[in-house]
């Protein structure tokens, strides 16, 4: 993995102190981490960092200052990736969180995730690469609620989506569920033709996949 | 038991009634209500018979005053009547700035221009007909039978008199108790401290949210973060590896279980985003696929969104584990300032509030402000679940 520049946004001291150890951990740069959504803001324009990671609840209002906050970055040129890290999976801000996002990696995950360390880690990566990562509960929410197109999807399927809202390569998916990466591809080709999104030359289609679901 | 009002007294044994005050209190009460509609109506003569010399629009200003502060004694008068026939009641002393105080003009009015008169000729026609009969002997052209019979009958008629003057008397104080006492004020009274009870519980409910999220879950997250530092370090099938993956296991399922609870006290997406955005997430945790549909023009009161909030989730649980239903709608709106919500499901039907704590519960909830919950569920289904709640202006 490549060594990021990340600006953390985390009210919590204790959390903070954590996740700057963590990314160290792991060989990452920490120039900031700061503990509200005005602060972030100005330790992004001061760092410039490949990736921020933002609590969604922060000072001074304790409500959801952090997603204010990413929506302030996204006028910055360039957008930094970013990684949203929320105390409950709200569908809610998930959509209003990718809606408003172009052009930049994101993610939006529970901070229960935080402690299953690689995982968390090879998240921040994707998403520093420009991926989409979403966090399985949200996909698990979507799953259940059984709409339509999904109910034509078989439970393979389901779960070679689920893992494409993780925002996993096929190589990585394949092997999440030990099969080829041939019938992966095969999986995935026939979610896409069930969901409705006809072949195009943009390999956004895969995001689409899962936002599909998250706008509906 | 001594009677404390006049209805009370009336119901007694004959005997005990006419020996006790409460006959003479409710002839006084009905003379005392006869004199602003006599005074006004003896100026009213007055004015009318003077209108010639003194002018129109003299009149007409005489007339206009008279009027209002014979509404005003009226209104006085009937508070001293009630005394009399109702030695505890209080009425309120409500001004012309709420509606009580119009209400009691009104009432004011009333009893000036009609039913004092009529309080008149209940007294006059009870005591006069006993009255005339007891006179007899004085009565030139009375015959010998009447002279003979009239002072016994009417003797004998007095006490039966009193019965229609006592029930008169109480029924206008019924009326007058209705409309001035302060039942409802108590009532209301009630109502907003049971409302301020709610929103310290809600205020509570979100300190406790606000003290588990910064403090427990921050620690648990700093926790199983560590304890997964941890595990990168152990070497890979060590006792202490597998020791530490449990307990990372067992923090991981502490955390998951506090968020659970966390967002159970309060979701922050109600507080953020409104009862829309939040149903619409509840909608979509609910194992039963349910199809949110709630459209409100803005944002509503703090307590009025809990409330409904609230009783959806606690529809929707009922749902879950109950109707074995296979398909749920939400749906809300606005209409003429009362909030609508109804949760419906395919399910078999026969949900019992005399059953379970939930749904008596949910009444409660919604009951503490002003709104009320209505339950259609026969045995077979399906069910629906209305929630009404007021918003205010």
Redesign the interface.
């Given at each position: 993995m490549r060594q990021l520049t990340v600006v953390i946004a985390e009210?919590?001291v204790?959390?903070r102190e954590?996740?700057v150890?963590?990314l160290e951990?792991f060989g990452h740069t920490v120039p900031a981490a700061v503990g509200d959504g005005p602060s972030l803001v100005g330790a992004v324009v001061e760092h410039g960092p490949d990736v921020v990671i933002a609590d969604?609840?922060m000072p001074p209002g304790?409500?959801?200052e952090g997603l204010r906050a990413v929506r302030e970055l996204q006028r910055l040129r360039p957008t930094p990736a970013v990684v949203v890290l929320s105390?409950?999976i709200?569908?809610?801000?998930a959509e209003e969180l990718l809606a408003g996002r172009s052009g930049a990696g994101t993610g939006y995950l529970?901070?229960?995730r935080?402690?299953?360390?690689?995982e968390f880690m090879a998240s921040v990566g994707r998403v520093a690469d420009g991926g989409t990562v979403v966090d399985p509960e949200v996909v698990r929410?979507?799953l259940?609620?059984?709409?339509d197109p999904l109910n034509r999807l078989t439970p393979r399927e389901r779960q070679v989506l689920a893992l494409m809202a993780e925002g996993r390569s096929n190589a990585a998916v394949a092997r999440a569920l030990v099969v080829s990466e041939a019938a992966v591809a095969k999986h995935i080709a026939s979610i896409l033709q069930k969901l409705d999104l006809p072949p195009a030359p943009d390999d956004h289609r895969r995001v689409r996949a899962v936002l599909a679901y998250l706008g509906a | 038991m001594v009677p404390r009002t006049l209805p009370d007294a009336l119901v007694r044994r004959p005997l005990r009634f006419w020996c006790s005050r409460w006959p003479w209190r409710a002839a006084a009460s009905l003379l005392l209500g006869a004199l602003p509609g006599v005074a006004a109506g003896l100026a009213a003569a007055g004015l009318v018979a003077s209108w010639r010399r003194t002018g129109l629009v003299a009149t007409m200003v005489s007339g206009l005053l008279l009027f209002a502060s014979v509404v005003l004694a009226a209104g006085a008068v009937e508070r001293r009547r009630l005394r009399l026939t109702h030695p505890d009641a209080v009425p309120a002393r409500a001004g012309l700035r709420d509606a009580g105080g119009w209400r009691a003009a009104g009432y004011g009015a009333l009893s000036a221009c009609a039913l004092g008169w009529v309080d008149l000729a209940v007294v006059l026609v009870c005591a006069g007909v006993p009255g005339v009969l007891m006179s007899a002997p004085w009565q030139p052209e009375a015959g010998p039978w009447a002279v003979a019979c009239g002072p016994v009958a009417g003797l004998l008629l007095l006490p039966v008199a009193a019965y229609p003057v006592a029930a008169w008397a109480a029924a206008r104080s019924a009326v007058a108790l209705a409309v001035l006492a302060p039942g409802e004020r108590e009532l209301r009274e009630v109502r907003q401290s049971r409302a301020r009870l709610v929103d310290a519980f809600d205020a509570e409910r979100r300190r406790i949210e606000?003290d588990l999220?910064?403090g427990a879950?921050?620690?648990l997250?700093?926790l199983?973060?560590?304890?997964?530092?941890a595990?990168?370090d152990l070497p890979a099938g060590s006792r202490a590896a597998r020791e530490v993956a449990e307990a990372?296991r067992m923090?991981?399922e502490a955390?998951?279980g506090l968020?659970e609870v966390?967002?159970g006290i309060h979701?922050?997406?109600l507080?953020?985003?409104g009862l829309a955005?939040?149903v619409?997430?509840a909608a979509?945790?609910t194992?039963v696929?349910?199809e949110p549909d709630v459209v409100l023009p803005h944002r509503l009161p703090g307590p009025v969104e809990v409330a409904a909030y609230f009783a959806v989730c606690e529809a929707l649980t009922n749902m879950a584990r109950h109707s074995g239903a296979t398909a749920g709608r939400v749906t809300g709106r606005l209409r003429g300032g009362v909030l609508v919500v109804e949760v419906s499901d395919d399910g078999r039907g026969g949900a019992d509030p005399a059953a379970g704590s939930g749904l008596t519960g949910l009444a409660d909830r919604v009951a503490a402000v002003n709104g009320r919950m209505l339950l259609s569920s026969p045995a077979g289904g399906p069910t629906l679940v209305r929630v009404e709640i007021p918003c205010g202006n």
């Amino acid at each position: 993995m490549r060594q990021l520049t990340v600006v953390i946004a985390e009210d919590s001291v204790l959390l903070r102190e954590g996740l700057v150890g963590l990314l160290e951990r792991f060989g990452h740069t920490v120039p900031a981490a700061v503990g509200d959504g005005p602060s972030l803001v100005g330790a992004v324009v001061e760092h410039g960092p490949d990736v921020v990671i933002a609590d969604v609840r922060m000072p001074p209002g304790f409500t959801d200052e952090g997603l204010r906050a990413v929506r302030e970055l996204q006028r910055l040129r360039p957008t930094p990736a970013v990684v949203v890290l929320s105390q409950y999976i709200e569908q809610t801000f998930a959509e209003e969180l990718l809606a408003g996002r172009s052009g930049a990696g994101t993610g939006y995950l529970l901070k229960d995730r935080v402690g299953d360390v690689a995982e968390f880690m090879a998240s921040v990566g994707r998403v520093a690469d420009g991926g989409t990562v979403v966090d399985p509960e949200v996909v698990r929410q979507l799953l259940t609620r059984r709409r339509d197109p999904l109910n034509r999807l078989t439970p393979r399927e389901r779960q070679v989506l689920a893992l494409m809202a993780e925002g996993r390569s096929n190589a990585a998916v394949a092997r999440a569920l030990v099969v080829s990466e041939a019938a992966v591809a095969k999986h995935i080709a026939s979610i896409l033709q069930k969901l409705d999104l006809p072949p195009a030359p943009d390999d956004h289609r895969r995001v689409r996949a899962v936002l599909a679901y998250l706008g509906a | 038991m001594v009677p404390r009002t006049l209805p009370d007294a009336l119901v007694r044994r004959p005997l005990r009634f006419w020996c006790s005050r409460w006959p003479w209190r409710a002839a006084a009460s009905l003379l005392l209500g006869a004199l602003p509609g006599v005074a006004a109506g003896l100026a009213a003569a007055g004015l009318v018979a003077s209108w010639r010399r003194t002018g129109l629009v003299a009149t007409m200003v005489s007339g206009l005053l008279l009027f209002a502060s014979v509404v005003l004694a009226a209104g006085a008068v009937e508070r001293r009547r009630l005394r009399l026939t109702h030695p505890d009641a209080v009425p309120a002393r409500a001004g012309l700035r709420d509606a009580g105080g119009w209400r009691a003009a009104g009432y004011g009015a009333l009893s000036a221009c009609a039913l004092g008169w009529v309080d008149l000729a209940v007294v006059l026609v009870c005591a006069g007909v006993p009255g005339v009969l007891m006179s007899a002997p004085w009565q030139p052209e009375a015959g010998p039978w009447a002279v003979a019979c009239g002072p016994v009958a009417g003797l004998l008629l007095l006490p039966v008199a009193a019965y229609p003057v006592a029930a008169w008397a109480a029924a206008r104080s019924a009326v007058a108790l209705a409309v001035l006492a302060p039942g409802e004020r108590e009532l209301r009274e009630v109502r907003q401290s049971r409302a301020r009870l709610v929103d310290a519980f809600d205020a509570e409910r979100r300190r406790i949210e606000r003290d588990l999220h910064d403090g427990a879950q921050a620690c648990l997250v700093a926790l199983t973060m560590k304890l997964g530092l941890a595990r990168l370090d152990l070497p890979a099938g060590s006792r202490a590896a597998r020791e530490v993956a449990e307990a990372h296991r067992m923090a991981k399922e502490a955390l998951a279980g506090l968020r659970e609870v966390i967002h159970g006290i309060h979701p922050q997406v109600l507080t953020e985003r409104g009862l829309a955005a939040a149903v619409r997430d509840a909608a979509g945790r609910t194992a039963v696929p349910v199809e949110p549909d709630v459209v409100l023009p803005h944002r509503l009161p703090g307590p009025v969104e809990v409330a409904a909030y609230f009783a959806v989730c606690e529809a929707l649980t009922n749902m879950a584990r109950h109707s074995g239903a296979t398909a749920g709608r939400v749906t809300g709106r606005l209409r003429g300032g009362v909030l609508v919500v109804e949760v419906s499901d395919d399910g078999r039907g026969g949900a019992d509030p005399a059953a379970g704590s939930g749904l008596t519960g949910l009444a409660d909830r919604v009951a503490a402000v002003n709104g009320r919950m209505l339950l259609s569920s026969p045995a077979g289904g399906p069910t629906l679940v209305r929630v009404e709640i007021p918003c205010g202006n």
